[in-house]
């Protein structure tokens, strides 16, 4: 069986792309991110099956086009990116398939905060989960990634490929938007 | 209230073992797309076997085309040469009148446009007695006919 020894990420490369080492390397590439990446996605969509289903996807998507990563980016990088992505389109995909209008496009996302499986939290922290919803998907992940994840604007642009002015913009309105939000509630 | 002020603390939990399993679900999955990668290598072996066969019947196709031109040009030869000249050729050959009658593709003759009137058929009626003669001449037997 394989060691549970947590390989760096040049180590998991290099063991990714030699066929003799690929189950290996692919082993500890989940072994390595997949919590971060099952937070990631986790905050965006809520539901726990949702965010298993999509994490597989991330990995699967890794796995199929690990040749096209070129080594001078950051895998970490290169993965986040294309978890929000998966993210992005998973919602868009909901929105289209129930129709519901733009002012209430996170209503299916607001009764999973209430029903869901595994999910607890003080009456606040439910309060800011619901005041998120409130906010459109892109400014969510950016608000995500900075205030829970704590990355620095620099990453977060990589990612979402959006200028570090415009990314500052966006978290700030967001503030404002749930500092208002729960002050009215 | 401000944002600093809550604390933020993850209000999503995970069934148990959650993380302690998915490396093996993941590696599962894996599985199920080697095989892809197999089939794309023998798809792609099937192309070129199909590449190499179409090149075959390419080749081939241009030899035949090639072919029926030289036969072509054979029979475009022929039909420049009168009927008198090829009727003549054909007593000065060794061929004799039974084979030639034998190897006549008597469909050829009765497809033919050109009226067949020259002086070894001629287009009047015959008598009897002429009829003979030239089945004698010809050494041909009635019941042949």
Redesign the interface.
Known sequence: MFARTLYKEKEILKLLKDPESQ?LG??QL??AY??RL??HI??MV?D?DDT?DL??EV??KV??NIDKFREDSNLFTWMYKIATNECLNFLKRNKNQFKVSMEDSNGALYNKLDSSP????TA???K??KALLKLPDKQRLVFNMK??DDMKYEEISKITETSVGSLKASYHLA?KK??EY??LD | ???ED??????????DD??EN??D???E??RE?KPDRKVRVIRMRTLINIAAAVAVLVVALIGLTRINKETASVDQLLSEISTEELVNYLIDSELSTDEFLENLDMSIIASSEEPITDEFMPSESLDEETIDELLDEYEIELELL
């Open positions: 189950d692919f082993r989940v072994l997949q919590q099952y937070w986790r905050k809520i726990h298993d994490l597989q990995f699967i796995w199929k595994y999910i607890s939290g606040v922290q439910m800011l989960q205030y829970f503030v749930i500092e729960i002050k | 209230m401000k944002l809550l604390n933020k603390d993850n209000v999503f939990k995970v069934p959650y993380f998915f490396p679900r993941m590696q999955r894996i797309i």
